[in-house]
């Protein structure tokens, strides 16, 4: 029976102290009573009113329920009163040090220093990538190909990393159809397609070296040329000329006018822009800054892309891009055909200023 009633007392005890815990308020019991309830809760207006007990507790004390009843202050509970949270607070305060965290983990460097890294990234990379030897000098020629069995193939320069664009004329300057073609070494080439007159080299490797073999439409000896890998000098474009008329060849004005000539560094020269050494440049007048004349030798030769039709000459080539080099005899006027239109052109030699 004593037991039974012990029994109630400690459940009546423990009732009592959930009720005022979840009513707001703590409830502070003497440090050594066995049935303390947990306190953590500052809401003291919950307590039952007592003018007597409420008018002689001092500062930083609290009522027991005990002390309620019997108008006595005891001291506080040793767990201080915290202000209460709710679980939206809570739940978006881990959110927010979770994702800095993250991104403290997946991007640790400030924009100055990512920066600075990629800077020495870059720097890494171009040396890795820019070649120790200078960067090849780009050139573009107009060759004439002696199809003569004694005569070494002309040699076409290539680089790594580079596109050479090999092109077939016939005298007149007009494109001649490649018929097939076949090559040994480590290059790769690309053909333009059907009756095109150009080829697309490209080395493999930085020392590539062989050679090359071109049948042309309606010619039946193989053009032939050596395809070497340089460094220092390379062929961007490379128009070889064939000195014989191709299957869209042009023909002359003046029957008998024109003379063949396969090799002529001179002619094939000028047609580059670029004259012989001691060649004297001439003074034109009567048309644009298209067309040019230089003395060499007893031979004038004259550059143009308009049509010479007085005086005649005695050779004449072209190139792809419609230029025309007219070799004659010393005269001081020609006559030229632009578009139809007849144009008289005068040749002087050039003053020489006394300053």
């Known amino acids: 029976m004593i037991r039974l009633g012990l029994n109630n007392v400690m459940i009546a005890a423990l ?45 930083g004390m609290s009522l027991s329920a005990q002390g309620a009843f019997d108008g006595q202050a005891v001291p506080s509970s040793p767990m201080a009163p915290v202000a209460r949270r709710s679980v939206e607070d809570i739940e978006s305060e881990i959110r927010s040090q979770a994702f800095n965290a993250a991104l403290t983990g997946l991007l640790p460097m400030k924009p100055e220093e990512i920066r600075k890294t990629l800077g020495v990234f870059d720097n890494s990379r171009q040396a890795t990538e820019v070649p120790v030897y200078p960067y090849p000098e780009p050139e573009i020629v107009v060759q004439t190909v002696s199809l003569d069995p004694g005569t070494i ?7 790594m990393g580079h596109v050479t664009t090999l092109m077939f004329l016939d ?41 090359l073999s071109v049948r042309l439409s309606g010619l039946n000896t193989p053009v032939l040329f050596t395809l070497k890998a340089a460094r220092g000098k390379i062929h961007y474009r490379f128009d070889a000329r064939i000195a014989e008329y191709g299957p869209f060849a042009q023909a002359p004005l003046m029957e008998g006018g024109l003379t063949l000539v396969a090799g002529n560094a001179t002619i094939g020269s000028i047609l580059d822009g670029i004259p012989p050494q001691g060649a004297e440049s ?49 005269a001081p006027v ?22």
Request: aromatic share 8%; no cysteine.
């Open 15 to 59: 009732a009592l102290s959930l009720l005022v815990s979840s009513a707001g308020y703590s409830v502070a019991q003497p440090v050594d009573s066995p049935f303390a309830p947990p306190s953590g809760f500052e809401d003291e207006s919950a307590l039952p009113e007592s003018d007597e007990a409420s008018a002689d507790v001092p500062d």
């Open 153 to 159: 193939p002309p040699v076409v320069n290539v680089g």
């Open 171 to 211: 005298v007149t300057g007009q494109p001649w159809p490649i018929k097939d073609m076949t090559w040994a070494g480590n290059f790769e080439i690309i053909e333009g397609g059907e009756g095109s007159p150009m080829l697309r080299i490209m080395p493999s490797t930085e020392f590539a070296y062989g050679n």
């Open 282 to 330: 001439l003074d034109v007048t009567g048309v644009d800054g298209r067309t040019t004349a230089y003395n060499f030798g007893d031979v004038t030769y004259v550059r143009t892309p308009l049509t010479l039709l007085s005086p005649g000459w005695t050779s004449s080539v072209s190139s792809s891009d419609g230029m025309n080099v007219y070799a004659l005899s010393s």
């Open 334 to 355: 020609v006559l030229l055909s632009d578009g139809g239109s007849v144009v008289r052109a005068q040749l002087s030699v050039k003053e020489v200023s006394d300053e």
